[in-house]
């Protein structure tokens, strides 16, 4: 069964930076997601403020900004890069703002789901 957006951002992401707050340093950058469809929000990860958080809401000024529906991001935090990828090129995820942040999106979702 795919992975909850929300379980995801509410408590996998925070719990990892608790654990791990040295590699939210090495991503070093504020990502706004905007999550489309029943089981979407709004979320923002912090992931310069020491310590790194991950909340509901859009805080801040994000550097970079994602948005897509809830089953594609659902694909992406299981599938990892290689769903991200196709997401993007099929034009189902948008992405706005420091394009190069991108390449450091992947250490977030690694983060929050290990065993992609």
């Given amino acids: 069964m795919p992975s909850s957006v929300k379980d995801f951002f509410d408590q ?14 090495q991503v070093a950058a504020t990502f706004l997601f905007a999550i489309a469809g ?6 923002t990860a912090d992931l310069i403020s020491s ?7 859009c805080i801040g000024q994000p550097q970079c900004t994602i948005e ?9 935090i299981d ?9 993007f090129l099929s034009g189902k995820l948008k992405i ?12 977030l979702l690694q983060m929050g789901n290990p065993a992609i």
């Fill in 68 to 76: 897509v529906m809830d089953e594609d991001f659902r694909s992406m």
């Fill in 96 to 107: 706005a703002g420091d394009p190069m942040l991108i390449s450091r999106l992947l250490s």
């Fill in 12 to 25: 996998r992401v925070p719990d990892a930076l608790c654990q791990h707050p040295e590699k939210a340093k």
């Fill in 38 to 43: 029943p089981d979407g929000g709004t979320w």
């Fill in 79 to 87: 599938g990892g890069a290689q769903a991200a990828v196709q997401l």
């Fill in 51 to 57: 310590p790194p958080v991950c909340q509901p809401g």
